[in-house]
């Protein structure tokens, strides 16, 4: 059992004007990701073509594969007249050159400043045929940046394409049978394959939203496919409203309104909300509620797995043991990554993340009892705020960790930077990193502790042989 929380130190933000190197994304970023993990399905950025440019190079960087991302593709006349044309003309094309089963529409920036009214726009479309036989299905969520991360698209997208899709009645037999819905998360594809594996292995069917672990990370084909195998199965979208309970991994997201706590108050689906299963007893908890409820115990491998990464934490203890961190990057990632500091005998003494839900610091204190040192932490702040946070307080870190966003900063400070989450662009396989799970935090601890040696043994005069 954990000690009650206790405060946390959490000091005022400046009014800042400007951010200097954002520790964040554009969210229509996080809802084309979550549309490339529906089968069939096709991201429509509802805008100008920069906007869609940006997003895809930016994946297609992380996950090094093609993404395309359609777009409405706003000129000036559209953007003082409407993109309602554009809109069509674009769901048109998308329609007659990737037959795809679904089209996810998000908004941007320039659409929800002008005041696009995307539910009537989608009405007319429609009306006029846009729903013949073999028309894909339409789902669209508002995703201006100005008012979130691109976690917080990624999460509005979830719950708008569960809102939308989400269908009483008749089921298709497959769906009639006891199964779980579970809500990851922004995670890596290795992460949601590790999900798909416990549920086989606690042997209950559960449809994982979204599913980009195929779709974004598939092997490689004899034959380009404008739109790749894998996704959510959209009966399985429609089918949400049957499932025994949703699982939901995030510790910010309790107190907000998503697909889980969606299906809890209009289908009265149990909603577990949970945070994500990374070092030992954040992923107790996991299988715990894994075991409440399926009714099955946990599987002898995953027991297993637990034991050899205590024996692991025993055996590097004296490697870590004190060494002070900051860890920054997308909030529940950040409170993960926090946690499995704090059980190696790590010090995180700077938690930071651009984004704003409110619940960092609590969060941060849930999973932070035992440390006697709380750390300092701050939301929506940017890189060169950490820096000078980090400069002024003499914060003196022996690592960081995050994502590639935070490498100049780690070079500014003189040490080694542990790549996490996303977006990893300057190496390779950052979509196949497993962060979750007892078989996630060894290999995450494996590489902290191997980061650490490697630092002492290039920074020696004389060389270590054994360490």
Known sequence: MSSP??????????????????CKACAPMGATLVMRGIEGGVPFLHGSQGCATYMRRYLISHFREPMDIATSGFSEASTIFGGGANLRQGLQNVTSQYKPGLIGIATTCLTETIGEDMNLLLHEYRAKGGQAENAPELV????????????????????????????????????????????????????????????????????????????????????????????????????????????????????????????????????????????VEETDVFFNTMEKVTGAPMPEKYAAQ?????????????????????????????????????????????????????????SIAEVTTHLKEAPLVREGVDFMTMAEEAEMKELKPDFMIGSSKGAKFARALGVPLIRVGFPIHDRFGGQRILHLGYRGAQQLFDQIINTLLELKQDSSPIGYSYL
Request: aromatic letters at 8%.
């Open 306 to 362: 637990r034991g050899r990464l205590i024996d692991a934490y025993v055996d590097g203890h004296k490697y870590v043991f004190g060494k002070r961190a900051i860890v920054f990057g997308d909030e529940d990632m950040v409170v993960g990554m926090t946690s499995l500091l704090a059980e190696i005998g790590a010090q995180p003494i700077l938690c930071a993340s651009g984004g704003k839900s409110g619940a960092l610091a609590k």
């Open 140 to 279: 669209h969520v508002a995703t201006p940046s100005y008012r979130g991360t691109h976690v917080d698209g990624f999460n509005d997208a979830v719950r708008a394409v569960v809102e939308q899709m989400a269908a009483e009645g008749a089921l298709p037999s497959a769906y009639t049978q006891s199964f779980l819905n579970i809500f990851p998360g922004m995670v890596s594809a290795e992460d949601l394959r590790f999900l798909k594996e416990v549920a086989d292995d606690f042997g209950i069917p559960a449809t994982v939203f979204p599913d980009y672990s195929e779709t974004l990370d598939g092997p490689s084909m004899l034959k380009y496919k404008k739109i790749p195998e894998g996704g959510t199965p959209l009966l399985a979208l429609h089918a949400t409203p049957a499932a025994r309970a949703s699982i939901e991994l995030g510790r910010t997201l309790r107190q907000k309104k998503t697909a889980a706590s969606f299906l809890q108050e209009r289908f009265l689906v149990p909603a577990k909300r949970i945070g994500l299963p990374v070092g």
């Open 5 to 22: 929380a206790r405060k946390i130190k959490l000091e005022a933000k400046p009014n800042w004007v400007s951010t200097r190197n954002p």
